[in-house]
């Protein structure tokens, strides 16, 4: 398999819920991230992972707490998570630090918190 | 910092008819430009990119793009637009900084949605 997959496709979860989102990449990339898209909002950054290491936090809420045990997985979990919390969430990869070859992403987890 | 602007937040053209989606983006040195493609509910798609050399790209879907350094432009065109290429469209720039390193991230522009009529 090649690209970018993310799982599961759709979520719903209630408030006080623990789940988990993962995203795997067959690229041999070496950088990971992870984007939260909400409706008529721009493309957010949450997280950049680079050779499993995390080099970026965008103030993201201890509610999300992502995991990278090796280059080609990554993982958020997720906890007591709020509605204004559903959204689409994207993971992406690249030839770590080479911004030159752009990303390629995941087709993403609808998260529909209620 | 860098930064990105799509000035079209919707746009709409008749099928068979020609499209520009316009980029003005920010950055201090040698910029990387792209053009990323999401159909509803999907991931974004890579549509073309540019690093260096000739100005004009070409692109995946009959796209294309024209680096212009002077109006610090990345617009995207099409000649004639198809039913199937209604989408939301992300214009993004990273590169080469002052210094000679290069970065990993990238910085999106808002998005264009385009709608096509037939």
């Known amino acids: 398999e090649t690209g970018v997959t993310q799982t599961p496709r759709h979520l719903v979860m209630g408030m006080t819920n623990k789940k988990s989102l993962k995203c795997e990449q067959h690229l041999g990339h070496n950088a990971m991230y992870w984007y939260k898209q909400s409706a008529k909002k721009p493309l957010e950054l949450m997280f950049v992972y680079n050779f499993k290491e995390q080099t970026e936090n965008n103030s993201v809420p201890s509610r999300f707490s992502p995991e990278c045990p090796n280059s080609s997985h990554l993982f958020l979990h997720l906890h007591t998570l709020q509605p204004e919390d559903s959204a689409l969430y994207l993971c992406?990869?690249?030839?770590?630090?080479?911004?030159?070859?752009?990303?390629?992403f995941g087709s993403g987890t609808r998260l529909t918190v209620v | 910092a860098q930064s990105v602007t799509q000035p079209d937040i919707h746009i709409t053209v008749s099928e068979g008819a020609s499209l520009e989606l316009r980029c003005n983006y920010s950055y201090g040195a040698t910029p990387y430009l792209f053009w990323y493609v999401q159909s509803p509910g999907q991931g974004l798609q890579l549509l073309l990119k540019?690093?260096?050399?000739?100005?004009l790209v070409q692109g995946i879907k009959g796209f294309e793009a024209e680096f212009k350094r002077s109006q610090s432009s990345f617009n995207l065109r099409k000649p004639s637009v198809h039913w199937s290429d209604a989408a939301e469209y992300f214009c993004?720039?990273?590169?080469?900084?002052?210094?000679?390193?290069?970065?990993?991230?990238?910085?999106f522009g808002q998005g264009t949605i385009l709608t096509v009529h037939p």
């Open positions: 993004a720039v990273g590169g080469l900084d002052a210094g000679g390193t290069s970065y990993g991230k990238l910085t």
């Open positions: 540019y690093f260096s050399g000739d100005t």
């Open positions: 992406a990869s690249s030839q770590g630090g080479q911004g030159r070859y752009g990303y390629t």
